[in-house]
């Protein structure tokens, strides 16, 4: 567990600055407002480029996954400066993952459908430096929940 809460905040430290943990809360904020065209979009671009994973989700439909997936999501962006606060959280959430069959791959797809969903939610307000905020968000998040499902405890 010390090891990943060491690498989750020098993953934090060294690729995420001030500004972009700011970009990717403010940008946020408009977007969890609208959880139920934003989740239907997420998960119907993700089973397009991915149409392999629909067998892992068919145990929820999609606007209670979109709803969980929100929640946590908005948990973490919400915390994304005091990220060690939610260490125990995101490493509990990727050992789960691993019982529903993800692997670390599947994480790159996921994040390309995350934001190719922000992209199209945020329609104008969509920039180079907020793709950079959040790939770097995405970064973090995915490389966290990737080592914690990796590394025995
Ligand atoms: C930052 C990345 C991710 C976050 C924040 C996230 C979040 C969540 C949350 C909150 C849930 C609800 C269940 C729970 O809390 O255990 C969930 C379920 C699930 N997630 Fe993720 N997830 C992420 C990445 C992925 C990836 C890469 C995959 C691979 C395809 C994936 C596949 C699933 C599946 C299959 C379920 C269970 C669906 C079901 O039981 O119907 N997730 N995820």
Request: aromatic share 12%.
């Given at each position: 567990m010390l090891k990943i809460k060491n690498s989750v905040t020098i993953y934090l430290l060294y690729i995420m600055t001030n500004d972009q943990i700011q970009l990717v809360q403010q940008s946020w904020a408009s977007v969890v407002r609208l959880p139920e065209v934003v989740g239907p979009l997420f998960y119907g671009r993700l089973f397009e480029i991915a149409?392999?994973?629909k067998p892992m989700f068919n145990k929820t439909s999609v606007p209670e996954q979109s709803k969980k997936l929100f929640m946590m999501l908005n948990y973490v962006i919400t915390k994304l400066s005091r990220l060690e606060e939610v260490l125990e959280e995101v490493s509990a959430l990727a050992k789960r993952h691993v019982g529903y069959g993800?692997?670390?791959?599947?994480y790159a797809t996921v994040g390309a459908a995350l934001l190719w969903t922000l992209e199209k939610g945020l329609g104008d307000k969509w920039t180079e430096e907020l793709k950079a905020a959040w790939t770097a968000c995405y970064t973090i998040l995915s490389s966290a929940m990737i080592e914690a499902s990796t590394v025995s405890q």
């Open positions: 149409p392999e994973f993800v692997q670390p791959v599947h």
